[in-house]
């Protein structure tokens, strides 16, 4: 029980000492070798024969003990020689949900002239076993390796420490270095579930689509830009025509209205359900093609529709 609090006060002064980088050069500093479990088991056989071989004076015995021990001593050397040199960089990490995974690519440069075999990559604390991500790395050429964790709140989440690790090509030796990328990680609240239905703007506020008169029968508000799949019936040929600009009629007027989207409007929960109810109605106003706002503490978001203007409201979201 003693040995959890040592290792822990090992790691955090070992963590201190690691500088914050997205792009690391593996060099003699930062390359660690430790023997692994099959490497232990090789010293402790070495040490086997080599007793035997004193004792009953065979030379073969000598002969055959010190032939392992080199090939130990070679296979570390070219164990190391495989990470040492290697260049680390950590790509833009992408944005993701609350609960997602989200995945961290990582590109591993090898600027020398020989093969680099079976390096791989994980994260420093993952859990199973199965954590890892394997490669291998062609002369001057580069590999990206694919890693992720699941962040379970928003905000803005540092990348975790990665380790890559190689133990080509015995077995024997365990050669890893351990990186801390500076980059983070933006998570945006999870989206409720099941919503209710997109709030609507009081009659004469700002954003309301304003009183019209009356219709005849195949009459439209106004037009569009063509969009593939509109009917043949709703393009405006004498403007097409005209101008040679393929246009639309538009018979949706709701849909040019702009709609806040408000935190106080976005149910009596705790601020976490509210934010949630406020990024399903994001995505779904971006769906339907809605301009809207948003109004959370602190900030306001004038009304806009695409994509970023959508990463622009979950941004907000994610950092209220």
């Not at 933006?186 to 989206?191: M, S």
């Not at 018979?251 to 399903?280: F, H, K, M, N």
Request: proline content about 8%; charged content about 20%.
């Amino acid at each position: 029980m003693s040995s959890l609090p040592a290792r822990t006060s090992l790691r955090g002064w070992l963590h201190a000492r690691l500088p914050l980088t997205d792009n690391l050069l593996l060099t003699q500093r930062n390359v660690y070798v430790l023997p692994s479990r099959a490497g232990w088991l090789l010293l402790a056989t070495l040490a086997v024969l080599l007793l035997a071989s004193i004792n009953y004076q065979l030379s073969l015995g000598y002969l055959f003990t010190f032939l392992l021990a080199g090939c130990a001593v070679v296979g570390m050397h070219l164990g190391h020689a495989t990470l040492r040199g290697m260049r680390l960089g950590l790509e833009t990490p992408a944005p993701q949900f609350a609960g997602a995974s989200a995945v961290l690519g990582v590109v591993l440069t090898n600027e020398g002239r020989r093969m680099r075999h079976a390096i791989g990559l994980a994260l420093l604390d993952a859990p199973t076993a199965d954590r890892w991500s394997w490669t291998d790395v062609a002369p001057q050429a580069s590999a990206t390796v694919r890693v992720s964790f699941q962040p379970t709140r928003r905000g803005l989440h540092r990348v975790p420490p990665l380790v890559a690790e190689t133990r080509f090509p015995m077995g024997a030796f365990r050669i890893w270095t351990v990186w801390k990328p500076a980059a983070q990680v933006l998570v945006w609240p999870a989206p409720e579930a099941h919503p209710p239905p997109l709030p609507q703007p009081p009659p004469g506020a700002s954003g309301a689509p304003a009183p019209h008169r009356a219709r005849q029968v195949g009459e439209f508000e106004g037009v569009r830009s063509y969009r593939r799949g509109d009917s043949l019936g709703q393009v405006v040929w004498k403007k097409a025509a005209r101008t040679g600009e393929l246009v639309s009629r538009d018979s949706q007027p709701a849909r040019r209205g702009e709609l806040w989207l408000d935190i106080a409007s976005a149910g009596d929960g705790d601020i976490e359900q509210r934010l949630a109810r406020l990024t399903a109605w994001v995505l779904q106003a971006e769906r339907l093609g809605l301009r809207y706002g948003l109004r959370v503490p602190g900030r306001q978001i004038a009304p806009d529709a695409g994509e970023a203007h959508k990463r622009h409201c979950l941004e907000a979201l994610a950092l209220c």
